[in-house]
């Protein structure tokens, strides 16, 4: 079994050598091999040498500063993961910090999912606040039966549940999932590449599964330079939510005309919410 793990990095060397470290110390079933791939979108801070330096069999490829996540992780699945023979992908965030027995507790759901009769899915790992009990990404659920795009967290319950889609702060994906949907879609490249990524299977038969229990630990994102961000002007909200960070006009648009059911301009022209989108915790200021 060969897993190959996927992220992208933006000037947070710390963090980005953490979650890392946090990776490649998991425990493994004794025939599963992981090699990691990680973008380095444009980093300044020394990121890609110190990673070059403490881990030098991660692979490493370069941007320039402008792919953002969701392109930082298309050039990554272009240029590295789609030619390798590989029976899972696992897609993180630079962020987070695993628990020891992460990946296997992934691969047991898979298996438990493989066993009822699917073989597309994606199975997303649950991430609890620093010091706290509070969910900070995973799996999530529709929350109105009218809003097709309003979604809720779930927590894990100790056993695998069905999602609507998922944050991919944590993600393993099948083999015969990217077959059936491929990768993400190059029509977003920041946020929104995950939910659409979930949407997109889900729709083709695929199944998006939480797993049993929570995988580690990972910060919410901070609304500081944000849409959301409390106290500033309607031009400067206007300006940050249509920038290239959270929703642009045109990506707005296809999402929604995508997923939103025959409602669609009608949910697209209603205020945006952080649980229809939400931003992926890679930083670029």
């Known amino acids: 079994m060969k897993i190959i793990a996927l992220a992208t990095c933006h000037n947070r060397c710390k963090l980005t050598l953490r979650s890392i470290k946090s990776i490649l110390e998991q425990s493994l079933p004794s025939e599963c091999s992981l090699e ?6 444009g980093s300044i801070d020394g990121t890609g040498d110190a990673i070059r330096k403490t881990f030098p069999n991660v692979k490493i490829l370069e941007g320039d500063g402008n792919l953002y996540w969701a392109g930082g992780m298309c050039f990554g699945w272009d240029n590295y993961a789609q030619n390798q023979d590989m029976d899972y992908l696992l897609v993180f965030n630079d962020d987070i910090e695993l628990f020891p027995n992460s990946i296997i507790k992934l691969l047991e759901a898979a298996v438990e999912v493989t066993a009822s009769g699917t073989d597309a ?10 010091g706290s009990a509070q969910i900070a990404y995973g799996g999530v659920v529709r929350d109105s039966w009218w809003h097709r ?3 809720k967290k779930i927590r894990p319950l100790g056993f695998i549940q069905d999602c609507d889609t998922l944050n991919m702060n944590l993600a393993l994906i099948s083999s015969q999932a990217l077959n059936k949907v491929g990768f993400f879609s190059r029509d977003f490249t920041h946020a929104g590449a995950d939910f659409d990524f979930g949407l997109r299977l889900r729709q083709a038969g695929g199944r998006v599964i939480l797993a049993k229990d929570y995988m580690g630990e990972c910060n ?3 609304t500081r330079g944000t ?3 409390l106290g500033i002007s309607f031009k400067e909200r206007w300006h940050r939510l249509t920038s290239i960070k959270e929703q642009p006009f045109r990506q707005r648009a296809l999402y929604y005309r995508r997923h939103g059911g025959l409602l669609w301009p009608l949910l697209w022209v209603l205020p945006v919410s952080y649980t229809h989108l939400t931003l992926p915790t890679t930083p670029y200021v």
């Open 36 to 41: 990691l791939c990680l973008v380095d979108d």
């Open 227 to 229: 849409s959301a961000e």
């Open 121 to 130: 899915y994606a199975i997303s790992g649950a991430f609890r606040v620093p």
């Open 220 to 222: 919410i994102n901070s």
């Open 149 to 151: 795009l309003r979604f």
